[in-house]
């Protein structure tokens, strides 16, 4: 870091070279060696924040939006850390509204992109996992009763199949051994919750449950809704509904495909996917203006400009 100037208490890298040069014309006079240096300051800044971010370095179509969908995202831009010449594509009749779209590879679109930014930005760095200091949750005893119209947090063993009226108490859900389910006409409401998915357990939401779901506002999960297991890396997760449903905080799968099918978002737009591949085919209004519901900025990825 800078030990002087303005940019001291930045996110800067200071180089300094020296160089020992020998006389030229002066060595009529001395023989002694010039000494010669330079310095540079580069200063590193987030040059976005995402609502959705493709974690894998090379899949092809990373970060996919399909079918008619129609996806408005405020305040926020998609990112894809795949280096594919296809690593975001936009494809069918899909539309889509962001602040930009950023990739370390390159951008397919089959139509235009509304964005704020000029053009894509393709080649760009790519970005870190935005949880990776999150912890693993550990699985607690007894195994919990799935078959309560409300459930308390805990580890349920067998997996978590919903059907009708069911309400999630706060707290931490650990699912192994199967599956999480909403079935055909659930309902399913839980205010405070994450839910951690071990092991190959994944998500599965039909088309026609209803599912509102938010996330912790403090705490160590405060804004993740659910959270993938990081080994589990051929899992795939399917999260659809009605247009009442509501998932309100991060969809966090760093090593597995997310497939985002629903016409809904979270409160006020609150929701992020971050994951291994995304497939985005639903309606849905999104925002990046979250903080007051503990979620965190995603940062999309840095820029570098020497500043000094």
Known sequence: PPSSGPNVAQKAVEVIVHQTLDRFFTSIFTQNAVGAQARAVALITDASKACALALNPSAPRAALFSGSSTIKMTGCSVMSNSIAADAIKLQGSASLQADCLISAGGVSLSNPVTTVCARPITQALPAGDPFIDLPTPTATTPCQNSKLSTLNPGTYCSGLSLSGNVALSPGLYVIQGGDFKANSNANI?????????????????????????????????????????????????????????????????????????????????????????????????ISQDCTSLGMRDIPATQSIKLVE
């Not at 919750?193 to 939401?205: D, E, K, P, Q, R």
């Not at 088309?207 to 403090?218: E, I, M």
């Not at 399917?238 to 969809?251: C, I, Q, V, Y």
């Open 189 to 285: 409401s839980g205010d405070g919750v994450i839910i951690y998915l071990a092991g190959t357990s994944s998500v599965s939401m039909n088309g026609n449950a209803t599912v509102k779901l938010s996330a912790p506002t403090s705490g160590t999960y405060s804004g993740v809704l659910f959270y993938g297991n990081r080994g589990n890396r051929a899992g795939s997760n399917t999260f659809n509904g009605t247009a009442d449903s509501l998932l309100t905080g991060a969809l966090y799968f760093p090593t597995q495909d997310v497939n985002y099918l629903g016409n809904f978002s979270g409160k006020g737009g609150c929701t992020q996917v971050i994951a291994g591949t995304l497939q985005w085919s639903g309606n849905t209004s």
